[in-house]
């Protein structure tokens, strides 16, 4: 656990608001209706990447009319500070057999590309119906693997984000907004 001496030295770390809960609130809502459009009626499985995705995942799910059955799948990318490790390893799976699913992937952002390019892989050789990737938030200056969203709401610089959903060392998730951590 992080040693914070007071609310407001918690709060020091946040440097400054990127995306604002409203521009967040009106990028899902045009998110949702591109789902729509492209399933056209028919049922999607939507798929969270815990724990990251959370918010997203929340949000995103109630903007969609399509019928839709949601899923979780942990995948931990371990960080040191806000470096990360390099290693993905998947925690939690999901409970559904997917061989019959639309399947659209919430992720909260793509950094090294890692995370998703493997779960990616592994989902894929269940064979679902098709298989989407919506992420919230893309870093595409950092990728060290190959591998690109089919949706994307934000595309932003090279810093190290918080809030909604996102974390440093576990904490921060629960920010209505995104911003960049202050080192
Ligand atoms: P990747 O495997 O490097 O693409 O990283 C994906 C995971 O790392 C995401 O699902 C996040 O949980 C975490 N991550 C990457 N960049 C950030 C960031 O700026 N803030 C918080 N978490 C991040
Ligand atoms: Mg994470």
């Known amino acids: 656990m992080a040693e914070f001496t007071s609310v407001a030295d918690y709060e020091s770390k946040i440097k400054r608001v990127l995306i604002t809960k409203e521009e967040i609130a009106a990028a899902i809502e045009k998110a949702g209706k591109e789902i729509d459009k492209i399933y056209d009626g028919r049922p999607i499985l939507l798929v969270s990447i815990l724990k990251g995705a959370f918010v997203f995942m929340a949000d995103l799910c109630r903007a969609v009319s399509v019928p839709c059955e949601i899923g979780f799948m942990c995948a931990k990318s371990y960080y040191q500070g806000t470096v990360s490790s390099g290693v993905v390893q998947i925690t939690m799976d999901l409970e559904q057999d997917i061989s019959g ?71 921060f998730r629960n920010l209505p907004y995104i911003a960049e951590y202050a080192e």
Do not use: N, Q, W
């Open 101 to 171: 699913y639309h399947v659209v992937i919430a992720e909260d952002i793509i950094d090294t590309g890692r995370t998703l390019h493997d779960v990616v892989k592994l989902l894929k050789a269940r064979k679902p119906l098709s298989l989407h990737v919506v992420t919230l938030l893309d870093k595409p200056s950092r990728r060290l693997v190959d591998f690109k969203a089919d949706y994307s709401l934000f595309t932003i610089p090279d810093h190290f984000v918080i809030g909604y959903g996102l974390d440093c060392a576990e904490y």
